[in-house]
């Protein structure tokens, strides 16, 4: 005999099946070092959302725009760095975000799917040490914010 335990199961899975997934997140890809090797040879632009001593301290993926998003102190003016992402690269288009290990980056990818309107953002998530430790090609910070223009980040 089957109880009524079994049929409530039974209905919840069969309406999970016909039910869409919500919305939440589905803009966000964890992506590792290959991945992101592939995506900047394409021109997707990349954000690093590190502090500019972390940049100074490791260097940076070549072309990355430097928009730091929590300062030293772990503070994040959210709505001042959508601007500045959104400057650097449109919501219409992908963009990856890396910064040292990918836990910042989980935040900031949530934040530009959720609340920025970007359909496509690609979450690195072991952040610049795992593209450090592949040894793949790095840029001096310096080169990358003598390229921004006074007082941005690029």
Known sequence: MIS?????????????????APPAHAGVVDIDSGELARLTAAGVPVIDIRTEREWKETGVVPGSRLITLFDEQGRADAPAWLEQVKRAAPPAQPVVVICRSGNRTKAASRLLAEQGG???????????????????????????????PAGARC
């Open 4 to 20: 009524f335990r079994h049929y409530s199961f039974v209905f919840a899975f069969a309406a999970a099946l016909f039910l869409p």
């Open 118 to 148: 970007y359909a496509t953002v690609y979450n690195v998530k072991n952040g610049i040490r795992a593209w450090i430790g592949e040894k793949r090609p790095l840029a001096p910070a310096a080169e990358a914010l003598a390229a921004c």
